[in-house]
């Protein structure tokens, strides 16, 4: 199974220059760990304790939201997941 992991500007320098990285998992997590497998800088990017993303890391599949539970949220071959940050300013 093959998941697309999208990786937001600012994170890509941690996987290798890279926008896209190619995952397996049945949910995720288990496609974000696979990257950090291979990419292990981007943990302190996504996460600030074990098993907890960071407030600012929104995780979408297919265009959706997959707030709340984010990391267990099921995916399946071909599908794509994005990683964005929230901003915020004022």
Known sequence: MSVRV???HTMQSFANDQEVLEAEGKN???CIQNCINVYPQLYNELFK???KLNNYIEIYVNQESAYPN???KPVKDGDEIHISLMLAGG
Request: charged share 35%; no cysteine.
């Open 6 to 8: 999208y990786i937001p």
């Open 28 to 30: 995720v997590g288990e």
């Open 49 to 51: 304790e074990k098993g």
């Open 70 to 72: 984010e990391l267990s």
